[in-house]
């Protein structure tokens, strides 16, 4: 069985853990999101991606949310020496990722074999591959102008209100090699829990046409209201968009046909079902490694939970 | 005054330091050398313009030998998780210096300007110039076959027989901006107690032509038949050349007319005046700051010390 995930960074970088623990590792392919990689100090940065190599290398840092675990910042203390003003986390062990990427792109190479590359070093058996090889950009509109989405994210705390978000490139950008074919090939996709606006719409906008919505189940990022993490939800209600599980199932309506609703919002499922979608309700917050092995094993099965049971439609 | 030195990354580093200590800040300009810079993961590293930056800047790694106070490695430490087998020492404090040298470079700056740009930031009132924004690059014969300089030093730590020592790239080479005015303009020329070979014949090799020896003095970097550290004997000696003051001043006759040797030498003042040259007899180790403080100080004036009068020739 082969799978593959559309994730970002929070949320999808989880679930890709999970994944890698229940199937076989060669059997998984996760596709991140690249529009809000950015360029620092002439390191090539990718946060999303960065967090699932992290995850599946079992060396991300739980108690950051991002990053490696047990990481230091003496790099960006001796950068601040020199009067800098680092808004973006830049980790010491991090670094080596950012300059062995940075490094590899300049001897020639894409950023979906660098990011192969990357994987083999870390040794994960699975596929991690950035979604295009083409800058993609998104930019979000704030009472303080328009932002490169880390600057939004990580330089403001996500504290601005957004009333637009763009996502530049899609245009001129082409699925990363390999990624039609993984698409072709998946027995499941997987639309990871990640922010819709910002993590996955821009991997629909690049790869979406390759994605057949029978195989394809998208896992709700919203939860009683509330995202895993992040402003999901400020972001779509600031985008005048229902910040609701019925709204994002909404959204995805051409890309996926089952729908994983968390048992918090089963209010929902007869609205989600009435879209078209086969609905599975189950406990979709992931607590710990456990809990996200869970969910990676419920979504695949796609067994309804026994308590809750969701006929098929 | 204006002073100029010529300085390596160990005994004319420490010189630097001293020197700074003694003169009014913007009196001085060192002249480092480049010829052992090198590039790593597509970082510009500039060893010896490095510790000078450091000594000025207060952040020397005194226990190291070089880089900067209280350094930690973990991006080392992460690269080797990637399969990286690195042999030159990247500290985290260091990185950052790399980082925003190489970022300068890109963004479009000369290496004069971007080490200016560097010395700006660290709040030294001293001018540190790179000798050349050209590169040249020092390589070594060694029974392992002809490897840059940083590879014979650090990779190999100069354990290897040198035979033959060839300084690439002095013939496209021209002093960087402001190296020609300050050698003009400069009252006293120094000559630090740098590995003649491989740390100040570059330097003299692009610079040389302006410099006036009769205000130039040369340090001994040989005392009691050793140096201060490294393999400055060994490497003369591997080269056929006389490792001993005499010979040093034989080889920096055509750029010095006053030599400083070191008191346990005083043997050689005999035969070092024979040679055209003004000697002073000093003691040129330089213990701690207070010792190259005191050092400067004794080159500066001339004085000849107490107890070991050394007539003007």
Chains 1, 2 share one sequence.
Do not use: C
Not at 72 to 100: I, Q, S, V
Not at 167 to 183: H, K, N, Y
Not at 267 to 272: L, Q, R, Y
């Amino acid at each position: 069985m082969k799978v593959v995930l559309l994730a970002g960074g929070t949320g999808g970088a989880m679930l890709a853990e999970g994944l890698y623990q229940v199937l076989p590792p060669e059997s998984l392919t996760v596709i991140t999101n690249t529009a809000d990689d950015l360029e620092l100090w002439g390191l090539a940065i990718s946060p999303d991606t960065d967090s699932v190599l992290y995850r599946l290398a079992g060396v991300f840092n739980e108690e950051a949310g991002w990053g490696v675990a047990g990481e230091t910042f003496a790099m960006l203390g001796m950068l601040k020496r020199y009067g800098e003003e680092p808004w973006f986390g830049l980790g010491d062990r991090d670094l080596a990722t950012h300059l062995l990427r940075t490094s590899l792109l300049r001897s020639g190479l894409g950023s979906a074999e660098a990011t192969a590359e990357l994987v083999r070093r870390l040794g994960i058996q699975a596929r991690v591959m950035p979604m295009s090889e083409q800058p993609v950009r998104t930019k979000v509109t704030t009472p303080k102008g328009r932002l490169d989405l880390q600057e939004y994210f990580v330089r403001e705390g996500h504290r601005l209100a957004v009333s637009a978000v763009e996502i530049e490139g899609t245009d001129q950008a082409r699925p990363s090699p390999g990624v039609v074919e993984a698409l072709a090939e998946a027995d499941r996709i997987i639309i990871g829990p990640s922010n819709p606006a910002i993590s996955i719409e821009p991997i629909l906008a690049v790869a979406g046409a390759s994605i057949d919505p029978a195989r394809t189940l998208a896992v709700t990022p919203i939860v009683a209201g509330a995202a895993l993490k992040g402003p999901t939800v400020e972001i779509l209600l600031g985008l005048g968009r229902e910040a609701t599980p019925t709204g994002v199932a909404r959204g995805y309506r051409a890309f996926a046909s089952v729908f994983a609703l968390d048992r918090r919002d089963a209010a929902e499922e007869e609205a989600i079902r009435a879209l078209g979608y086969r609905v599975l309700v189950l406990d979709t917050v992931m607590g710990g490694p456990e809990g996200r092995r869970r969910l990676a094993a419920e979504l695949l099965t796609g067994d309804p939970p026994a308590d809750g049971p969701s006929p098929q439609r």
